[in-house]
């Protein structure tokens, strides 16, 4: 298992902007696939972006609800895998976890909602 900690979640307007964070002192982050998923109440987990192992070609991935707004990162130096959130709705309120594909480890998660 991979230990995972997650961090940035807040308070927002609709329209503002956000970046979580999502850091692991198990090792090095490069060699695994990390994703972000989210849960919103009274409704299945989804996920929202994966970013690939350093050396893989596979390319990034976002779900059709964020594409073009939210933008996943790695800082391999700080082990962080970060989620870059702008023009933030009302439905992207909810828990966000971070994943690691490899081992099926999972973090707390860390509380986003989006409201005037």
């Known amino acids: 298992q991979v230990q995972l900690m997650e961090s940035g979640g807040d308070l927002v307007q609709p329209g503002g902007s956000l970046r979580l964070a999502c850091t692991t002192s198990?090792?090095?982050?490069?060699?695994?696939?990390v994703g972000w998923y989210r849960q919103a109440p009274g409704k299945q987990r989804e996920l929202v972006a994966s970013i690939p192992r350093f050396w893989s070609r596979d390319a990034i991935t976002y779900a059709d609800s964020v594409q073009g707004r939210f933008t996943i990162s790695r800082d391999n130096d700080k082990n962080t895998v970060y989620l870059d959130m702008n023009m933030l709705k009302s439905e992207d309120t909810g828990v966000y976890f971070c994943?690691?594909?490899?081992?099926?480890?999972w973090g707390p998660g860390t509380q986003v909602t989006v409201s005037a």
């Open positions: 198990s090792g090095m982050f490069t060699v695994y696939t």
């Open positions: 994943n690691v594909f490899e081992t099926n480890s």
